[in-house]
Every structure is written in C-alpha cells, then in structure tokens.
C-alpha cells in the first residue's frame, strides 16, 4: 500500500515538472523602443522645433478627411511630449475647428493654430495667453438672462 502511495506521488511529481518544463517553453514578448537622435534621459527630443525653441508655433490647414490624431502625430510625433496633453491644448485654442469642443470632430478647411509649449504650459498652468477676451469685457465671459 505504501509502495503504491509512493509511485503515484512520484508520478505526480513527474506531471507536474512536465508541466513546468512547457510552461517555460512559452514565447516571451519583449518590447524596446527606439531610441532618437537627441534623445535625453526624460524621453524628450531636444532637436524638435517645439523643444528647441518653446515659443515655436504653427499654424496647418485642415485637409479633408484628416484626424487631429494625424496632425499631432505629424507635428508632435517624436518630440517626446504627451500627446494628450498636446491634444487637449489643441482643442482649448481652436474652439473654431471642433463641433462642440469635441476633438473627434474636426472641421476641414479649418485653420488650426499648434501651439507652443510656452502656451502649452500656460494652459496647463491657467494663464491667460492674451488672445483671447477672457478679461477684456467681450460676450464670452458675461452671463445674460432673457426673459421674465
């Protein structure tokens, strides 16, 4: 009896290394990414314009049927920023361009303004850029009640 406890639990020793040994046996992913020209340590690009000098901007003409994601990617790609971040500040400076504030809806033919990162961090940051009325006594930031 306790030969036989013996051999199914050498057995059940043996199952489980095999099952070890294919459990090692599974491909392993890796994932590096490539490294650019310029790169710091952070991950930022120092060679691209919006790097370089903070106060580059650049105005594009929406083509038809081009994404915001497009345009980011052409103009921000590998300058090490976050895009979503970039994203946003796109937005909040071309109101005009998007249907209801909505980056998933970009008009064509729109001229979008691609902010610096001076007017990036200053978005972040709650300054006013001095472009628009924020405090000038424009519609936009008074409230009207019509009606009884």
Do not use: W
Not at 125 to 138: D, N
């Amino acid at each position: 009896m306790k030969q036989a406890l013996y051999i199914l639990a050498a057995a059940g020793v043996g199952l489980f290394l095999a099952q070890a040994a294919v459990a090692q046996s599974a491909p392993i992913v890796v994932l590096e990414y490539p490294t650019f020209a310029g790169e710091t340590v952070d991950g930022v690009n120092s060679d691209h314009p919006f790097i370089e000098n903070a106060n580059h901007s650049v105005k594009h003409k929406v083509a038809e049927a081009e994404t915001l994601s497009h345009i980011i990617t052409n103009y921000y790609g590998d300058s090490g920023l976050d895009l979503s971040v970039v994203k946003m500040a796109i937005v909040k400076v071309n109101k005009h361009a998007f249907v209801r504030g909505n980056a998933n809806f970009l008009f064509a033919d729109k001229v979008l303004h691609l902010p610096s990162l001076n007017e990036i961090r200053d978005l972040v940051l709650g300054k006013s850029s001095g472009k628009g009325s924020s405090s000038g006594g424009g519609r936009s930031d008074q409230i009207y009640f019509i009606g009884g």
